[in-house]
């Protein structure tokens, strides 16, 4: 169903992707904890719990389309936290400035800020260029922001280039819902109150569209999971809860793969 909005042209997307981020940067937290119900922080947390930073050691991770610093903040946290380290590294990536800097400022008000373990650097993830080395890292990490990327092939092509054999890449995006009755409410939901959201809170309900149409556009779970394994990923088994873990019923969903 096309829900009347505008199919956007392949060519125009990531020109608009950064105008829609532009757009939301500075309401970009705020409207995460709006629209998802604050649900997207249990997610972040289960995503970065399941990939267990820190736990044999200090790890070198890259957090690309990695915004405002979620992710990141959460492997630095978590590290610290459940295993004493603090030398882990993330590295944080994003096409857009804007969503940099309210990552920067808020790091500033963290124990990271002025240290090797955080960093900033805008760039793309399709071709992330010659100051991310082959082989770098062990953890690329990339949580609702692949669908936003023009080619998909692209990003997993680079993801695959800067880690170390054995590192692990690992997906959190939003996905299909494969019970019917779910699936209904869920379509409600998010073809109509989060548009309503993005005006009233952030005044922007194209951008608030635009989002919700990305998401049903994004390939289902065991699609997405080839995509991994034809970039060179070994995954698990290819069922829920191997290649790939469904989180609320695959309303948000963990792809994760191996670098051979
Ligand atoms: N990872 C963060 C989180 O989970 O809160 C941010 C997610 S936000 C929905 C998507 C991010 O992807 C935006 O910050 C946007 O600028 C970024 N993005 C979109 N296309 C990108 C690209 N081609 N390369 C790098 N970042 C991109």
């Given at each position: 169903?096309?829900?009347g909005?505008?199919?956007?042209?392949?060519?125009?997307?990531?020109?608009?992707?950064?105008?829609?981020?532009?757009s939301?940067?500075?309401?970009?937290?705020?409207?995460?904890?709006a629209t998802s119900?604050?649900?997207?922080r249990l997610?972040?947390?289960?995503?970065?719990?399941?990939?267990?930073?820190?736990?044999?050691?200090?790890?070198?991770?890259?957090?690309?389309?990695?915004?405002t610093?979620?992710?990141a903040?959460?492997?630095?946290?978590?590290a610290r936290?459940?295993h004493?380290?603090?030398?882990t590294?993330?590295?944080?990536?994003?096409i857009?400035?804007?969503?940099l800097?309210?990552?920067y400022?808020?790091?500033?008000?963290t124990?990271?800020?002025?240290?090797p373990?955080?960093?900033?650097?805008?760039s793309?993830?399709?071709d992330?260029?010659e100051?991310?080395?082959?082989?770098?890292y062990?953890?690329?990490?990339?949580a609702?922001?692949i669908r936003?990327c023009t080619?998909?092939?692209d990003?997993?092509?680079?993801?695959h280039?800067v880690?170390?054999?054995?590192?692990?890449?690992?997906?959190?995006?939003?996905?299909?819902v494969?019970?019917?009755?779910?699936s209904?409410?869920?379509?409600?939901y998010?073809f109509?109150?989060?548009?309503?959201?993005?005006?009233?809170l952030?005044?922007?309900?194209?951008?608030?569209?635009?989002?919700v149409?990305?998401i049903?556009?994004f390939?289902?779970?065991?699609?997405?999971?080839q995509?991994?394994?034809?970039?060179?990923?070994s995954t698990?088994?290819d069922?829920?809860?191997?290649?790939?873990?469904?989180?609320?019923?695959?309303?948000?969903?963990?792809?994760?793969g191996?670098k051979?």
């Open positions: 169903a096309s829900f909005f505008k199919t956007v042209p392949e060519d125009l997307k990531e020109s608009l992707v950064k105008n829609v981020f532009d939301v940067a500075s309401k970009y937290d705020l409207m995460n904890d119900l604050g649900v997207h997610w972040k947390d289960e995503f970065v719990s399941s990939l267990r930073p820190g736990r044999k050691g200090a790890m070198k991770c890259i957090d690309v389309a990695g915004g610093g979620d992710i903040l959460r492997i630095l946290d978590y936290e459940k004493y380290d603090r030398e590294t993330v590295d944080v990536v994003d857009n400035a804007q969503m800097k309210e990552g400022k808020r790091f500033k008000q124990m990271y800020h002025n240290t373990q955080i960093s900033f650097t805008e793309n993830a399709q992330l260029g100051q991310f080395k082959d082989n770098t062990d953890l690329y990490t990339i609702f922001g936003n080619s998909i092939p990003v997993l092509k680079e993801a280039r880690l170390k054999p054995g590192g692990t890449f690992a997906c959190l995006e939003f996905s299909r494969d019970n019917p009755l779910l209904t409410i869920y379509d409600q998010s109509s109150i989060i548009p309503l959201l993005g005006t009233l952030a005044g922007d309900r194209e951008s608030y569209q635009y989002l149409e990305s049903r556009k390939p289902p779970q065991p699609e997405f999971a995509m991994i394994r034809d970039a060179g990923f698990a088994k069922v829920e809860g191997g290649a790939w873990v469904n989180l609320w019923g695959g309303i948000a969903c963990i792809h994760t191996v051979l």
